[in-house]
């Protein structure tokens, strides 16, 4: 159980690790910040840097989405005892770890770690992806802005004009 919260971390900050040494890397060469217009002597503007944080909060959300639901179902199952004998030599043991018996004081270690996590995992996780939409709300309104562009991931479905809670139709051709 334990490596499993802990990947979630691990993960998201090795990747948002790289992505902040290649951008300290692209800032040595002189490229200039992310939303900068193009010039003579950067054909490409801030579109590099811009792109270099889009593709990584892509990669960083992707991941996130994908080890979320792995993580959050083991937090909740931590709460579970399984009794494995009926009768006088029963024994409960926990439904994550079949080494720890409920009950003792190991069980009680892991059932407060568990509700930490559970505020810190299921339901942390989408209060910060909601605060990150809300705060930058005005900027995400606005269909060619930079930020909505890093955000994509996020907020890439989501029509400017009701980011917070209209999606836009996908329509799949058949």
């Not at 990669?59 to 009768?87: E, N």
């Not at 004081?105 to 809300?134: E, N, R, Y």
């Amino acid at each position: 159980m334990l490596c499993q919260v802990l990947s979630i971390p691990i993960v998201v900050g090795t990747l948002f690790m790289i992505v902040t040494i290649r951008e300290k890397r692209l800032i040595a060469k002189g490229q200039p910040a992310p939303g900068t217009p193009t010039s003579a002597d950067h054909p490409q503007g801030g579109t590099l840097r811009q792109g270099l944080r889009a593709n990584g909060l892509e990669v960083i959300f992707t991941l996130l989405f994908l080890i979320y639901p792995l993580v959050a179902g083991t937090i909740f199952k931590s709460f579970l005892c399984i009794d494995l004998h009926d009768g006088p030599e029963a024994e409960s043991l926990m439904f994550v770890d079949f080494e720890l018996e409920c009950g003792t004081d190991g069980h009680a270690l892991l059932l407060a770690f568990s509700t930490l996590m559970v505020l810190v995992f299921p339901l942390g996780i989408p209060a910060s992806l909601f605060a990150i939409v809300f705060y930058f709300r005005k900027e995400l309104k606005d269909p060619k802005s930079p930020l909505r562009v890093q955000y994509a991931p996020i907020c890439g479905m989501m029509k400017p004009t009701h980011w917070y809670h209209s999606y836009q139709s996908i329509s799949i051709g058949l």
